[in-house]
């Protein structure tokens, strides 16, 4: 069995999650510049067995999709094809940054941790992700 990897795709950055080989947990990983992320992906992915990316689909309240699914679906089509095997589904990621900052509080991070951006971008892959394993 194969791991599954989480986006939560950002203009700026990129927070990625991972579960275990036995899909029952999801952690965050890390934060990478969305420029270099199909690098990073191209060695992760060629170092670890991925079996499924899911990758957040941001959408308002109305349901409609935000500004950067534009720019997601671009991504999704390189993706694709520097990766035609892997599976990818879309996961909807509504309020995961509102979460992820809640969950900053709950755990109890000093206000100066909280302002740091990358970390609230991974943890919204990893909810993401939990979400995901969920409702599988």
Known sequence: MGRILA???????TGIAITDELQLIASGLTTVATFELMDFLKKYIASEKVELVLVGEPKQKDGTHSNIEEEIQKF?????????????KRVDERYTSKMAFQTMIDSGLKKKQRQNKALVDEISATIILQQFLYNK
């Open 76 to 88: 999704l089509k390189k993706f694709s094809e520097v990766f035609p095997d892997l599976n990818v």
């Open 7 to 13: 986006l939560d795709y950002g203009n700026k950055r």
